[in-house]
């Protein structure tokens, strides 16, 4: 299994975490967390080739005693990065993590891989951490993005690509019907002025926006875009969800093209569906239009806006609206995560910094795109 987050590149130098003691630290760690009489012991470390860009993801066998015979239980662990990273968030919040995957597992169908043991303090391994049972499934790659070809979901057929699509988006529409009323999610609410969750949302992404400028340089277009959402403000927002927050098909697990584990849930809040609705649409976009670049022609009935919007409303039962808000709401919410990334690869010496900062931005003609109306003509 691999726990993926939207931001995933191949991981820069300065991840230079020692494994091999990190194996140590989890089996001492564990000594702790189980009966004397289980005996635990950790297998060698594997470190998934896309290891994700925001936390440090380790997979590894758990060998336990349990009724006087050794079982084998496979694991994997998410981990806050180092001190000495550079990180791609200022926090990293894995009670909340490791929260709502149990209250998802607890209120939902929603497949989530069991959470087992988390563990807030850094003295045991150097950060925070938890620990989850493996889920055995295929992620659509992200390096090279499954929309270039040669691998098993841009090799399926068009019914299984549908299925895969289908059944994602009917997980999500799973997902938002948690009762807010009787489930508590004020643990994901953002505290920011604003009168409706979305400008909550929203000033929280502006203040991420900040941090980030903060650490190098501010980037007129990602200003210019949050300008466009406040003159194009939606009318109405319905009653807040529960937000998966990175939900992406490069983020399940899947068996037999149907979802077997969703995961990575560091972004989770509460907010407007439409808010995870535009982040799948687009960060599908975001692939293919980088496949289109190079002139091939990757997977255009794959994700389609409005097959999803329908899908989704038909599982949900709830009308979707301002999917194209949404979708720059998301692109918008990429492009400075793709900045941070850009800084973290400078820092490393991986890279310098352009003469635009704008072009720190991968997509930045996409956005600029959304921003004139031109971009909706290609969907």
């Not at 659509?140 to 691998?151: A, H, K």
């Not at 466009?228 to 927002?237: C, G, I, L, Y």
């Amino acid at each position: 299994m691999t726990d993926e987050a939207a931001t995933d590149t191949p991981a820069p130098r300065q991840w230079t975490r020692d494994y091999e003691a990190l194996r140590g630290q989890l089996d001492a760690w564990l000594q702790g967390q189980l009966p004397a009489d289980a005996e635990p012991r950790v297998s060698a470390l594997v470190v998934p080739e896309s290891n994700g860009m925001s936390s440090d993801t380790v997979l590894f066998d758990l060998s336990v005693v349990e009724d006087g015979e050794r079982v084998v239980r496979p694991c994997v662990a998410r981990l806050a990065p180092e001190d000495t990273a550079t990180p791609v968030f200022p926090s990293y919040d894995f009670p909340k993590q490791f929260q709502v995957i149990r209250l998802v597992a607890e209120r939902t169908a929603v497949p989530v891989p069991p959470a087992l043991w988390l563990e807030p303090d850094s003295a045991a391994v150097g950060s925070p951490f938890f620990v989850m049972a493996r889920i055995e499934g295929q992620v659509p790659p992200d390096v090279m993005p499954y929309t270039f070809g040669d691998n098993w979901l841009a090799d399926a057929s068009p019914d299984d690509q549908r299925k895969l699509q289908d059944s994602t988006v009917r997980a999500l529409a799973a997902l938002h019907e948690v009762d807010t009323a009787n489930a508590d999610l004020t643990f994901l609410e953002f505290p920011h002025e604003g009168d409706t969750a979305l400008r909550r949302h929203v000033n929280e992404i502006w203040g991420y926006y900040e941090w980030v400028a903060g650490q190098g340089v501010r980037q007129p277009l990602i200003e210019r875009c949050f300008a466009w959402m406040d003159e194009n403000w939606p009318d109405d927002t319905d009653t807040p969800v529960l937000l998966w927050g990175d939900a992406r098909i490069g983020n399940v697990l899947y068996r037999d093209f149907e979802p077997v584990g969703v995961l990575d849930w560091e972004m989770a809040a509460t907010g407007p569906r439409e808010i995870d609705l535009g982040w799948m649409m687009f960060l599908h976009r975001f692939f293919q239009d980088l496949t289109e670049q190079m002139a091939m022609p990757g997977l255009p009935d794959f994700m389609r806006r409005d097959d999803v919007v329908a899908t989704y409303e038909q599982a949900s039962g709830v009308q979707v609206r301002d999917p194209h808000f949404y979708m720059l709401y998301a692109a918008l919410r990429h492009g400075i995560i793709m900045s941070r990334i850009q800084q973290r690869q400078i820092a490393a010496g991986e890279g310098t910094m352009p003469d635009d900062p704008d072009d720190m931005i991968m997509h930045r003609a996409t956005l600029e795109q959304m921003i004139d109306g031109t971009y909706w003509t290609k969907l």
